[in-house]
């Protein structure tokens, strides 16, 4: 074949190009460290990486769900607590009246003590999550109760977390179940103490159901709060796994791409020094 | 025998040849990288011999008389032309479709934590927050934040392919002025070489400049090209003459039935493009565009839909039935996705809850929330985020085997032009070496004419003195 420099010239010229976007390609996954910058990187590839993207907010957010429950069981575990010392200190208060020795006078100081202690719990029963009250079941815009003696004002319904695909578990208590035998108890006491007799049996034993219904509602509480830490675990492994594999998918293999780089370099380099040697010759060079 | 003149005109006959050739070599050199240019060469003959003139014929026959140029020509290989002009076409065709969709690819630059995905990420994450806290304002805030962030980039991009679908009409219509300024200025051509070929010679440097603008024509339309007697060269546009002799017709731009550009003769038909940049921007701008838009409008109308459906069964913050969520416009959903005007204005208006008076109540929000894992798409086969990543996929493969064939036809294409330019191109140390062996043609034939010269002086000056 008959070759001309013109054929040299434009040969060399689209080699140089071809090295040149090779060079470019490997420099962009190097600044980046990542191999795919587009869609036509690797289309297959891309379409994995989105699905995965989502796949890992998905976790991420129900992590978030997570942990939105786990403040509010944290928040109704404190609650109860209290509640139940209240109970306790109560339960003394109640013992010591079934003692006939005492005074009028000290019968009406522990009263007032119970009356006070029943407010105490109003109070914890009004615990708020933001401006939502927890123990009112879906009625969260209103407190449990009014008063120590007023009526529930929630309802029964369960305010759940979502902590996986199609999965969730109540995350309230419902105050009437933790709150109502207190209260009712609370004001038996009180007022068997200010008509100035003994304490009844049945009191004793009413404050003690009452203090088994706050004691079996944290056991509730506690279970799910088991439950939260067990798909935060699983939800932990999914999200490191999901994050591994996108990673596989979408980053550069900096060694690889470092060496590539390397490589297209060189190759350019000599390209375009045979081309300085190629071009720069012709018989019109050796002729006098 | 011959007159004692007849040598020098021979040695003349030499020097004239020399003197073209090396001329021709000089034309040559100059137009080395001259784009479209055919080197040229110098045919010479034998000049008529000259037939002795005896009353016997047994002598020595016919007297060469020198040499004579029978022409300049032009070395081109006129199948090749052709093959390339088909070869342009095909590889002009497809490099406007891998540009046109590189910049599709620009305009959903996935993966990305910027791009449409996370943002439908994020809105779908949005509503589980609202689930979690329904009386929360500013979860309810995020929310419809959200949502406006995933209308507006479903909106940017619709508007972003409708722009790219106008400016290919764009670059068709300049593109149909090229293809009549370049048939206006081959059927000049076509005049000045006729002009030229009636008087018997030939047109070299004209024919290379109409060769030039044919194959330019045809890396915007498929052409067929006859070449007829005259000179001339009639080009033919799906059958129909663009060009014929010194006059070329004109290409319109009209409005097809999609008030998109198309190109049409001037009465009124359209023109059957076959293959180039032509045929490829109405393919780009009818076919994978108009998809992509399709696609987009479907995903924007399946998650307002959907998301739709459960709103109005629930209840809001004040305790009213919930009304649509998004609104857009059917028939163009990509274009007009908005959240709806009165949740906008009241994050409150997020219906919520199952049921009113129960402000606690995220069940509703929670439904949505899941709407993410749900086949809402590609008539309740695919997840909104299935939907998606095949849309951007389909983006990717298209644009990725638009640039592989690009590049494979551009090889096709250079490897014909290097054939053409092995045939066609000049060669620089050919020319050089030609121009030597010329001068010494030209050097030997001057000698020629000196010995004639030294015979004649022998005989005009010394002859006949002879004993004086």
Do not use: C
Not at chain 2, 120 to 141: C, K, M, N, Q, Y
Not at chain 2, 207 to 233: C, K, N
Request: proline share 3%; glycine share 8%.
């Amino acid at each position: 074949m008959r070759v001309t420099h013109q054929m040299l010239h434009a040969n060399a010229l689209r080699a140089l190009a071809a090295n040149l976007g090779g060079l470019d390609r490997a420099a962009e996954r190097v600044a980046t460290a990542r191999r795919l910058n587009r869609p036509s990187d690797d289309p297959a590839d891309v379409r994995r990486a989105i699905k995965l993207a989502d796949a890992q907010a998905e976790i991420a957010q129900y992590l978030r769900n997570v942990d939105a429950g786990d403040r509010l069981l944290g928040l109704a575990d404190t609650a109860l607590g209290r509640t139940s010392e209240i109970v306790g200190r109560a339960r003394e208060l109640a013992v010591a009246g079934a003692n006939g020795t005492l005074s009028a006078a000290d019968r009406a100081a522990m009263a007032a003590e119970v009356r006070q202690l029943a407010e105490q719990v109003v109070g914890l029963a009004a615990t708020r999550a933001g401006d939502a009250y927890i123990f009112s079941g879906l009625r969260t815009d209103v407190p449990p109760y009014a008063s120590p003696t007023g009526p529930y004002q929630g309802d029964s319904g369960a305010i759940l977390a979502w902590i996986g695909p199609a999965t969730s578990l109540p995350v309230n208590v419902v105050g009437s179940a933790a709150f109502g035998p207190v209260l009712a108890a609370l004001d038996a006491l009180a007022t068997e103490l200010e008509a100035g007799g003994p304490v009844s049996g049945a009191t004793l034993t009413s404050l003690d159901a009452a203090r088994s219904a706050v004691v079996d509602a944290r056991a509730v509480v506690g279970a799910r709060q088991n439950r939260l830490e067990l798909g935060r675990t699983a939800l932990e492994d999914a999200r490191l796994a999901t994050e591994r594999l996108r990673s596989m998918v979408e980053d550069a293999d900096l060694a690889e791409a470092v060496t590539e780089l390397s490589r297209r370099e060189a190759t350019y380099q000599a390209a375009l020094g045979v081309t300085a040697r190629v071009l720069s010759t012709s018989l019109v060079d050796y002729l006098r | 025998m011959t007159s004692a003149w007849f040598g020098l005109s021979i040695g003349l006959s030499g020097l004239r040849a020399a003197q073209t050739m090396l001329e021709t070599a000089a034309h040559n050199t100059a137009n080395a990288s001259t784009v479209g240019y055919s080197r040229q060469r110098v045919r010479l003959v034998a000049a008529p011999p000259f037939s002795y003139p005896a009353f016997n014929r047994s002598g020595f026959g016919q007297l060469g008389t020198g040499v004579a140029i029978a022409a300049v020509e032009r070395v081109r290989d006129a199948f090749l032309d052709a093959e390339i002009r088909t070869q342009v076409g095909a590889s002009a065709a497809w490099a406007t479709r891998r540009d046109g969709l590189a910049r599709v690819e620009t305009i959903l630059p996935e993966p990305s934590t910027a791009g449409l995905g996370s943002a439908l990420a994020r809105f779908w994450a949005a509503w589980h927050d609202v689930a979690a806290e329904p009386t929360s304002i500013a979860a309810r805030t995020a929310l419809v934040e959200q949502a406006a962030t995933l209308a507006s980039g479903i909106n940017r991009v619709a508007r972003q392919l409708a722009d790219l679908s106008t400016s290919l009409d764009g670059e068709l219509r300049d593109r149909i002025g090229e293809v009549n300024d370049l048939a206006s200025r081959i059927a000049t051509l076509n005049a000045q070489i006729q002009r030229v070929v009636v008087t018997g010679e030939r047109a070299n440097d004209l024919e290379d400049a109409r060769d030039r603008l044919l194959e330019e024509l045809s890396e915007l339309v498929s052409v067929g090209v006859e070449r007829q007697a005259d000179g001339t060269v009639t080009v033919l546009v799906g059958g129909t003459d663009l060009v014929s002799g010194n006059s070329a017709r004109r290409v319109v731009v009209g409005t097809d039935g999609a008030g998109h550009v198309e190109a049409r003769w001037s009465w009124g038909d359209p023109i059957a493009l076959g293959t180039g940049r032509l045929a490829a921007l109405v393919e780009l701008r009818d076919g994978p565009l108009a998809a992509y838009r399709a696609a987009l409008d479907e995903l924007a109308a399946g998650i307002a839909d959907a998301v739709n459906a459960l709103h109005v069964t629930g209840f809001d913050a004040t305790g009213a039935a919930g009304g649509a969520f998004f609104s857009y416009t059917s028939g163009d959903a990509a274009a007009t996705l908005a959240v709806d005007a009165a949740v906008a204005a009241d994050p409150r208006r997020v219906a919520a809850a199952a049921a009113p008076g129960q402000p606690g109540d995220g069940t509703i929000a929670a439904a949505i929330a899941e709407l993410r894992s749900a086949r809402i798409l590609a008539a309740g086969t695919q997840t909104a985020a299935d939907f998606y990543a095949g849309l951007v996929g389909k983006i990717g493969a298209d644009s990725r085997s638009a640039q592989d064939v690009a590049d494979g036809q551009a090889l096709v294409v250079d490897y014909l032009r290097n054939r053409r330019e092995a045939i066609s191109g000049v060669s620089l140390d050919e020319e050089a070496a030609d121009m030597i062996r010329f001068q010494h043609a030209y050097a030997a034939s001057a000698r020629l004419i000196t010995a004639v010269d030294e015979m004649l002086d022998t005989l005009i000056s010394r002859t006949g003195l002879v004993g004086r």
